[in-house]
């Protein structure tokens, strides 16, 4: 995860230490159902006069002690969240990731200590009007107290706290903290379990703490009270079911409603990633509000996001590419005398590896070329634009047309990286001639298509790039008035149909085509040549696509 950093003080009020505390307001309803319970069933033991003072000792015992055991465990946050130097996203996502388990640990051991301290002073001070009590309702006595102090206070801190950190984080997302992806979690390895909060399982937690102990805690006590005979005692037995049934009833609405109130943020937090999506906010980032299944959606909304945001400037890159390369194609292209010309080129990618060009030499001959790089997309592209500054470079130096492909290999030879190569169809033509210097190297025939023939001025040799040192020698044709010259990539020739996706179009049906509509008036070629491909399948799906139409004028 890339660190960053935030200032310290950045809470609002509802997630203070304060409010943090405030927040374990349930556990005085575990409390409350003692005093409840005595008075619901007219125990003799709230008439005494020490009564009173005894349930106002206790609470005092009680709140003090699971106040000690909120500020330990809000400690390691508090220090962060006042600290004045710049923290560590990390460490404030790993202090509030722990902050759940450490309210756990420190109010099971607060709940177990205060129930301790009530059976010790049970065990010496209940007396009652027929003695001390029998030893096993003072174990059922000890069962619901420790289950309500040690267990269920437990489980009342843990949600408080869950809902408070929900808050915490969704405040702290502004800050760009609890805000990471998929790669950037950085609780992969943790030693605390994400079990206590799985969405999964906490229904099956609830329903065991709030339906399945206590109800087995009551039916103990039944037991009990069945089997002794002093009425007081009895009372005693009945009045501790009644303080677990309303204890239950009482928190576990509270452990709903919280439950609730937290899913629902971190639910509305999910939704809130869905829209940006729909609506394109992809600069937008979810608040991981929680370290269970919602956390790891959340997680993945944000890889989303990223992946989205990055792919929408990459769109951006890439109008900006293709603009670049659509400069280094001739706008106004210089046409041999007694000639016309037609171009057509699609990338699949926007940018890509075709290429073509018409120069115009000092001496009046212009070189005609169409290339092919090996791949497709930006590395293509560059590949491209090295080849038009060489051949640039060569057309200004007055290179002899004989030596270009050896000296253009060489020069490809050190740019292109392994594996790669680009195929060259070109040809020179002279003033005045009625023929054409041409060499193909590894490039995909041209047709010249004439008025009774059909050649194909197929390759000479390797491709520009495989080899150390390549050496072709150009070869003469003849254009007679009339000669339909056609250049292009393996875009065409490899084009797959639409109704299989397997057949080609092929060399054999392109030449045809070329030979067939060879006498058609320009400009209208290029274009029925594009709706016979378009007719087959559709062009520049599978690769860039250039066509290069020559024809002499009759």
């Known amino acids: 995860m890339t660190s960053k950093k935030v200032p310290g003080a950045v809470p609002p009020v509802e997630t203070s230490c304060l409010g943090f505390i405030f927040g374990f307001w349930p556990v005085l309803l575990v409390y409350a159902v003692g005093p409840v319970g005595d008075i619901i069933m007219g125990r003799a033991l709230v008439a005494e006069p020490f009564y009173p003072l005894a349930v106002a000792a206790s609470l005092v015992v009680a709140i003090s002690l699971f106040i000690v055991a909120g500020l330990w465990s809000y400690h390691p946050l508090a220090r962060l969240l006042k600290g004045t130097e710049p923290c560590d996203c990390e460490n404030f996502e790993a202090v509030v990731h722990a902050l759940p388990y450490r309210v756990g640990k420190s109010f099971l051991f607060s709940g177990v200590l205060f129930a301790t301290?009530?059976?010790?002073l049970l065990g010496f001070s209940y007396i009652g009007p027929t003695g001390r009590p029998p030893l096993k309702l003072v174990l059922g006595s000890a069962l619901t107290n420790y289950y309500a102090f040690g267990l269920l206070t437990t489980?009342?801190?843990v949600a408080s706290t869950l809902n408070f950190t929900t808050r915490l984080r969704k405040s702290l997302s502004t800050h760009g903290i609890f805000t990471g992806n998929l790669q950037s979690a950085p609780y992969s390895s943790s030693t605390h379990s994400s079990s206590m909060i799985s969405v999964i399982k906490r229904p099956w937690q609830l329903f065991i703490i709030t339906s399945v102990l206590p109800f087995l805690l009551i039916a103990i006590l039944f037991m009990i009270s069945r089997g002794m005979d002093d009425p007081y005692h009895r009372r005693a037995a009945t009045t501790a079911m009644l303080q677990m049934f309303l204890g239950v009833l009482v928190c576990g609405t509270y452990l709903v409603y919280t439950m609730h109130n937290t899913m629902?943020?971190?639910i509305d937090e999910l939704l809130f990633g869905m829209d940006s999506i729909r609506d394109g906010r992809y600069?937008?980032?979810?608040a991981v509000l929680l370290d269970d299944e919602t956390g790891s959606m959340a997680r993945s909304l944000n890889t989303s996001l990223e992946g989205l945001q990055e792919r929408d400037?990459?769109?951006?890159?890439?109008?900006?590419a293709a603009e670049i390369q659509s400069g280094l194609l001739p706008q106004n292209p210089p046409i041999p005398d007694g000639f016309t010309l037609e171009t057509f080129q699609q990338s699949c990618y926007g940018v890509g590896?075709?290429?073509?060009?018409?120069?115009?030499?000092?001496?009046?001959?212009?070189?005609?070329?169409?290339?092919?790089?090996?791949?497709k997309g930006y590395s293509s592209a560059l590949t491209v634009s090295n080849l038009h500054a060489i051949m640039h470079t060569l057309a200004s130096s007055g290179q002899d047309f004989a030596d270009v492909p050896k000296i253009a290999n060489s020069a490809m030879g050190n740019t292109l990286t392994r594996g790669r190569f680009v195929t060259v169809f070109m040809a020179e033509f002279t003033p005045g001639s009625d023929t054409i210097l041409w060499f193909n190297a590894g490039h995909t025939p041209a047709v010249l298509a004439s008025a009774d023939t059909k050649t194909l001025l197929s390759?000479?040799?390797?491709?520009l790039g495989i080899l150390p040192e390549l050496i072709l020698t150009p070869k003469e044709q003849r254009l007679n008035p009339g000669d339909l010259l056609a250049v292009f990539t393996d875009g065409v020739t490899e084009l797959r149909s639409r109704a299989d996706r397997v057949d080609m179009f092929g060399m054999e049906r392109t030449a045809d085509w070329v030979g067939t509509h060879r006498s058609t008036r320009s400009p209208a070629l290029a274009k029925k040549f594009l709706k016979e491909l378009a007719n087959f399948g559709t062009p520049a799906l599978d690769d860039d696509l250039t066509v290069l139409f020559l024809k002499r004028i009759e």
């Open 155 to 157: 489980v009342l801190g």
């Open 117 to 120: 301290i009530g059976m010790v």
């Open 353 to 375: 590896g075709d290429y073509y060009d018409i120069i115009e030499l000092d001496n009046g001959r212009m070189w005609v070329i169409v290339a092919d790089v090996a791949g």
């Open 264 to 266: 629902k943020l971190a």
């Open 313 to 320: 400037d990459l769109k951006g890159a890439l109008s900006i």
């Open 459 to 463: 390759s000479m040799g390797p491709p």
């Open 283 to 286: 600069t937008k980032r979810v």
